[in-house]
């Protein structure tokens, strides 16, 4: 038996949705397009699912949300979390200490779907970009007064740090217990965020967990991402793409569509399909 691609996942935030605009029409009639065609059709995001919602609308074309960067999947037309995975209160309050004893500001958010919501860390040095989400989740914010606050479950940790790899790097390098992704702020586009995770989460891993939920062979994937964050996506995906707003490290590794500004989802998924591809499923 022979079939075509049966699933299309893109990220979101600079892949679907440019910085500074919406969705193309294009891209919405691309969408549209791959229903047509059975294609089942997921964003994998690092944002939670209350901004998530806040960005699109209810009846927007897709099948499945892949959020908080894997650790949670919402079926899209059911409006139903169908899986969701969280941090135990013991690792949290492990990890907070460390962060603490080395003055790293970090936010720790609440388990899904209520990972919105937040405890936060100040170190009280100038941190412009931990200052702009506070500000963004305010009503949401709860300031951390003492160690035995950061003893609670959670959906991940945040720690917003400069534009320094190495600082990354170095940090990521004593935490072996779970799984770190690094992310480029959605914020100022600049500072590394260190997205702290149960060990097994990454958006490969929710992508892997639909697909075995919804009898799909991955090897008839195609996935497109622009960012650190995608990697494991990417490495995962059968026929990977980035924009060519990426990094250049990425750009250099996978094929490269047009920019975000560009509809370049609808330029690779146009390049998958105009192949023609046939394989075993």
């Not at 074309?61 to 908080?68: E, N, Q, R």
């Amino acid at each position: 038996m022979t079939s075509k691609i049966k699933i299309v996942i893109s990220d979101l935030d600079g892949t679907l949705l440019p910085s500074q605009g919406e969705v193309s029409d294009r891209d919405l009639e691309t969408l549209n397009r791959l229903q047509k065609e059975k294609i089942v059709r997921v964003i994998a995001t690092g944002r939670n699912l209350y901004s998530v919602l806040s960005v699109l609308p209810d009846d927007f074309p897709i099948d499945y949300l892949i959020f908080a960067s894997g650790a949670g999947i919402y079926d899209w037309k059911k409006k139903q979390l169908i899986f969701s995975q969280k941090l135990d209160s013991e690792l949290v309050h492990e990890i907070s200490l460390e962060l603490m004893s080395l003055e790293n500001d970090f936010m720790i958010l609440d388990p899904i779907p209520n990972n919105h919501q937040f405890a936060y860390y100040r170190s009280g040095k100038p941190n412009p970009d931990f200052d702009r989400r506070l500000s963004l989740y305010k009503p949401f914010a709860s300031p951390i007064g003492h160690s035995d606050d950061t003893q609670r479950d959670a959906c991940q940790l945040i720690v917003i740090l400069s534009n320094c790899i190495n600082g990354f790097n170095q940090l990521k390098a004593k935490f072996e217990k779970v799984k770190i992704i690094r992310a480029t702020s959605p914020l100022d586009h600049e500072s590394i965020w260190m997205e702290i995770f149960p060990l097994h989460i990454s958006k490969a891993y929710g992508a892997e967990w639909l697909c075995n939920y919804l009898d799909i062979n991955p090897v008839l994937s195609m996935v497109i991402g622009n960012d650190y964050n995608d990697l494991d996506l990417l490495e995962w995906g059968k026929h990977p793409f980035v924009v060519s707003n990426a990094p250049k490290e990425l750009r250099e590794k996978y094929q490269v569509s047009k920019s975000a500004d560009e509809s370049g989802f609808s330029h690779a998924v146009d390049q998958v399909l105009k192949l023609k591809l046939n394989f075993k499923a």
